[in-house]
């Protein structure tokens, strides 16, 4: 679980460096929630739900979260 955790955090960190990358995923995934569910707690499955035009707010709601 932690290393499907840490894989959602590098991918988003990237993501964000890269807004081509983003655009990108856009086209493919239109729905995140699809496409990362399968593999992340119960608590975090809401949070993944927002849409990848909200990738920095998520990257804070991540560092807080890490700093609880």
């Not at 590098?10 to 496409?35: E, H, M, V």
């Amino acid at each position: 679980m932690l290393v499907d955790f840490i894989t959602l955090v590098s991918f988003f960190f990237i993501s964000s460096l890269f807004p081509s990358i983003s655009l990108l995923l856009n086209s493919f995934y239109k729905d995140p929630t699809l496409f990362f569910t399968y593999s992340l707690p119960l608590e975090l499955q809401p949070i993944i739900a927002i849409s990848f035009d909200h990738i920095n707010s998520f990257i804070i709601l991540l560092i807080m979260f890490l700093i609880d």
